[in-house]
């Protein structure tokens, strides 16, 4: 389980990373309210977030079945 909380940590970083660089090489004009702007860069983390995480764990479930599928223990001792 501390191998999820980490590596989703690092993905929150990655994704809050991603979403202030994003934020900056926009190409529309910034709006005056910095709640508008915040709300902009929040939006885009989480989305972010939400997208690299479902791959992460997508990824996580496929390795894990394919483990299973893979143990000795698991095979058929009666043949």
């Known amino acids: 389980m501390n191998k999820?909380?980490?590596n989703i940590k690092i993905t929150a970083l990655l994704a809050s990373?991603?979403?202030?660089?994003?934020?900056?090489?926009?190409?529309n004009v910034k709006e005056e309210s910095i709640f508008a702007n915040v709300f902009e860069i929040l939006?885009?983390?989480?989305?972010?977030?939400?997208?690299?995480?479902?791959?992460y764990f997508i990824?996580?479930?496929v390795f894990s079945l394919d483990n299973k599928a893979n143990d000795p223990i698991n095979e058929d001792i009666s043949q």
Do not use: A, C, P, Q
């Not at 990373?17 to 190409?27: A, N, P, R, S, W």
């Not at 939006?43 to 791959?55: A, G, H, Q, Y």
């Open 4 to 6: 999820h909380k980490r």
């Open 17 to 27: 990373f991603m979403g202030i660089i994003g934020f900056y090489l926009d190409g």
């Open 43 to 55: 939006m885009m983390t989480s989305i972010l977030f939400l997208v690299f995480s479902s791959v």
């Open 59 to 61: 990824i996580n479930f």
